[in-house]
């Protein structure tokens, strides 16, 4: 017999597994998973580069290294915060296992169990998991096409003991919203006030497709209680699993000592990998690469959805980012129609609400899947809202 297992565990499958597995499934166009395409990865680049740091570096490569990681790599990310407004040294960041890797960490650092957090609504399904071990007192702020409402926040942090808030400024996971300079401003002066640490979830800042790009919120930071959150997954590849965060040398080195429970450090030849990557490469063509495929295909997406989707229905339309949000009449359940739809797969949007678990709204992916699947998934998803409002009226 197997032991019970720890009350922590969740031993119902989560969100995250649902989702991944219907983004696997092989008989479905799937608008589930956010997955780039995989036809622009930089294979052959990224095979050149692995091939020499590993043939030229010294057998010091497969040591144990620093617990923040590659220090070389580190500048590089140091020199490209700055393009966002953020000053910082190598001794401010943490290569991590992707960007997931740093929500955890972050909430493992921060949260006792009950502490107040904010989060969008709705948000990214990964922050959720990653907060849920720590039984959070949960506070949603609402989402408006420029970022949450910052009324509510205020309020919010007025009325509460929050001890953490957590964002994705620029195309919001799922909404694909992008939070505006003022509101990046309003944000860091709230956190200033209330003593807040705020999370800055940042993967999809360098695909936007439309417009300029905006400082970082951590640009305004006032009192170093902002920590971002970046991520290699989007614009190289998620097998890479390597993401960086970037805050304050007292907070960096608490992760620091944390992490040696976790995992000690990440992959130094993966980190020198893209070292040599960046080294040899220009990064700023493949993202314009990226930009202008994936531009087509959320057009593609929007125009298909503007096709096909029944008036009663509305959705966002981003500026960059993987994702469109879908709201359906109140009457009709995301969930209930995910088991309608012959052919398409897609996040119901349920799950992306801390608490409020509102079901009337759905996650799209554009960027993982092909215009061709694009335009008949978004005739097979009109379909199937059109047939569920027509039993309603029966």
């Given at each position: 017999?197997?032991?019970?297992?720890?009350?922590?565990?969740?031993?119902?499958?989560?969100?995250?597994?649902?989702?991944?597995?219907?983004?696997?499934?092989a008989d479905l166009i799937s608008f589930a998973g956010g997955y780039p395409d995989p036809a622009l990865f930089p294979k052959k680049e990224l095979?050149?580069?692995?091939?020499?740091?590993?043939?030229?570096?010294?057998?010091?490569?497969?040591?144990?290294?620093?617990?923040?990681?590659?220090?070389?790599?580190?500048?590089?990310?140091?020199?490209?915060?700055?393009?966002?407004?953020?000053?910082?040294?190598?001794?401010?960041?943490?290569?991590?296992?992707?960007?997931?890797?740093?929500?955890?960490?972050?909430?493992?650092?921060?949260?006792?169990?009950?502490?107040?957090?904010?989060?969008?609504?709705?948000?990214?399904?990964?922050?959720l998991e990653a907060f849920n071990e720590h039984k959070p007192t949960y506070y949603e702020v609402p989402m408006e096409d420029d970022g949450m409402?910052?009324?509510?926040?205020?309020?919010?942090?007025?009325?509460?003991?929050?001890?953490?808030?957590?964002?994705?400024?620029?195309?919001?996971?799922?909404?694909?919203?992008?939070?505006?300079?003022?509101?990046?401003?309003?944000?860091?002066?709230?956190?200033?006030?209330?003593?807040v640490i705020v999370i800055e979830d940042d993967p999809y800042r360098e695909l936007r497709y439309v417009g300029s790009s905006l400082p970082s919120?951590?640009?305004?930071?006032?009192?170093?209680?902002?920590?971002?959150?970046?991520?290699?997954?989007?614009?190289?590849?998620?097998?890479?699993?390597?993401?960086?965060?970037?805050?304050?040398?007292?907070?960096?080195?608490?992760?620091?000592?944390?992490?040696?429970?976790?995992?000690?450090?990440?992959?130094?030849?993966?980190?020198?990998?893209?070292?040599?990557?960046?080294?040899?490469?220009?990064?700023?063509?493949?993202?314009?690469?990226?930009?202008?495929?994936?531009?087509?295909?959320?057009?593609?997406?929007?125009?298909?959805?503007?096709?096909?989707?029944?008036?009663?229905?509305?959705?966002?339309?981003?500026?960059?980012?993987?994702?469109?949000?879908?709201?359906?009449?109140?009457?009709?359940?995301?969930?209930?129609?995910?088991?309608?739809?012959?052919?398409?797969?897609?996040?119901?949007?349920?799950?992306?609400?801390?608490?409020?678990?509102?079901?009337?709204?759905?996650?799209?992916?554009?960027?993982?899947?092909?215009?061709?699947?694009?335009?008949?998934?978004?005739?097979?998803?009109?379909?199937?809202?059109?047939?569920?409002?027509?039993?309603?009226?029966?």
């Amino acid at each position: 017999m197997i032991p019970t297992f720890s009350s922590r565990i969740n031993q119902e499958p989560t969100s995250l597994d649902a989702l991944f597995a219907l983004s696997d499934r092989a008989d479905l166009i799937s608008f589930a998973g956010g997955y780039p395409d995989p036809a622009l990865f930089p294979k052959k680049e990224l095979n050149n580069a692995f091939e020499n740091r590993i043939k030229n570096a010294s057998t010091e490569i497969f040591q144990y290294r620093s617990v923040l990681g590659y220090e070389p790599l580190r500048q590089k990310i140091a020199d490209y915060a700055k393009t966002t407004g953020t000053t910082c040294s190598p001794e401010n960041i943490m290569l991590t296992q992707g960007a997931q890797q740093g929500i955890k960490l972050l909430a493992d650092l921060f949260l006792d169990d009950f502490d107040g957090v904010v989060v969008e609504a709705p948000t990214y399904v990964g922050g959720l998991e990653a907060f849920n071990e720590h039984k959070p007192t949960y506070y949603e702020v609402p989402m408006e096409d420029d970022g949450m409402n910052m009324d509510v926040l205020a309020e919010t942090l007025e009325e509460n003991d929050v001890k953490l808030i957590y964002t994705i400024p620029n195309f919001q996971n799922p909404t694909g919203y992008c939070m505006s300079v003022e509101k990046r401003k309003q944000l860091t002066e709230l956190a200033t006030k209330y003593n807040v640490i705020v999370i800055e979830d940042d993967p999809y800042r360098e695909l936007r497709y439309v417009g300029s790009s905006l400082p970082s919120i951590k640009s305004f930071d006032l009192t170093e209680n902002i920590v971002t959150l970046g991520s290699f997954s989007k614009i190289l590849s998620p097998a890479l699993r390597c993401g960086w965060l970037i805050g304050a040398k007292e907070i960096v080195n608490q992760l620091s000592s944390l992490r040696l429970s976790y995992d000690c450090q990440s992959s130094n030849i993966l980190l020198e990998g893209i070292d040599e990557y960046l080294e040899h490469n220009d990064i700023s063509t493949h993202i314009t690469k990226l930009r202008t495929a994936y531009q087509q295909k959320m057009n593609a997406m929007l125009s298909g959805l503007s096709e096909n989707l029944p008036v009663e229905c509305s959705f966002s339309k981003p500026q960059g980012g993987f994702f469109i949000w879908v709201n359906l009449p109140k009457p009709l359940d995301a969930r209930e129609l995910l088991n309608k739809t012959k052919r398409v797969a897609f996040l119901e949007g349920s799950s992306l609400f801390a608490t409020s678990r509102e079901a009337n709204h759905l996650r799209l992916n554009f960027t993982g899947i092909t215009e061709k699947q694009i335009e008949e998934g978004c005739i097979d998803l009109g379909n199937t809202i059109k047939n569920a409002l027509l039993a309603l009226a029966i």
